[in-house]
């Protein structure tokens, strides 16, 4: 099982320099790209967007999981919609609003198994209360290293960064981190927080200062 300890991630920033200083070094002679080295694709609209606009006075009321109510009309109309699109390439939709690379939907899938491999109730287990938690920050912190590797490699791949922060954003936004928001130590979740913040304000800038940050950005998922 791979374990990184956050401190560790936070030292190694801090021995390279700035992290958000290094892409302007890295990326600043980079030549205009025209061409996209991954492939993106359409998927379904997520579940944790479409209840944000359903959301109703009250999730618990027992007629939002009634096969007849009108969210679940909603939702079921939204994933017909969506398997006309399915894995197909975005550029066939230029105008689908969910798109995300392969290479992404292949890390998350990695990084969500790993999250339910640590999940102590799925296995009808109990160590402790926050043995979840702190699986989770484990799995976070997987993820921030692979990013930490990358970006301070010799020549770090501006469409690798963007990848594993579409990755990471998949990951946040579809997993329950409550347990993790409630482990016992509350520093190391604040600063996990911040070194996230740091990588996704480093990927934009080493983006834009490879021209890749704009309307018209040969990644489609961009803005």
Not at 67 to 72: L, V
Not at 120 to 130: P, R, T
Not at 134 to 151: H, K, M, T
Not at 189 to 211: F, K, R, W, Y
């Amino acid at each position: 099982m791979e374990f990184n300890d956050a401190s560790k991630v936070d030292r190694n920033e801090r021995e390279r320099g700035s992290i958000s200083y290094k892409a302007d070094e890295v990326c600043a002679s980079n030549a205009e790209t025209t061409e996209c080295p991954i492939k993106f694709v359409c998927v379904p609209r997520p579940f944790w967007d479409f209840i944000l606009e359903h959301k109703g006075e009250n999730d618990e009321d027992d007629d939002d999981e009634n096969a007849d109510s009108p969210r679940e009309k909603a939702w079921n109309e939204t994933l017909e919609e969506a398997r006309k699109k399915w894995l197909k390439p975005a550029t066939e939709f230029p105008g689908y609003t969910w798109t995300l690379s392969l290479k992404a939907r292949k890390l998350n899938k990695k990084y969500d198994l790993q999250t339910q491999k640590r999940d102590q109730d799925a296995f009808g287990m109990f160590i402790y209360n926050d043995f979840t938690g702190y699986g989770l920050q484990e799995v976070i912190q997987n993820q921030l290293s692979a990013f930490n590797n990358e970006f301070t490699s010799e020549k770090p791949s501006p469409f690798t960064l963007w990848y594993m922060i579409e990755s990471l954003a998949w990951w946040f936004n579809s997993s329950d981190t409550m347990l993790w928001n409630m482990i016992d130590d509350g520093e190391r979740v604040c600063e996990t927080l911040q070194i996230v913040g740091l990588t996704v304000l480093s990927t934009l800038n080493t983006l834009e200062q490879a021209h890749l940050l704009k309307n018209d950005s040969v990644i489609p998922n961009i803005l």
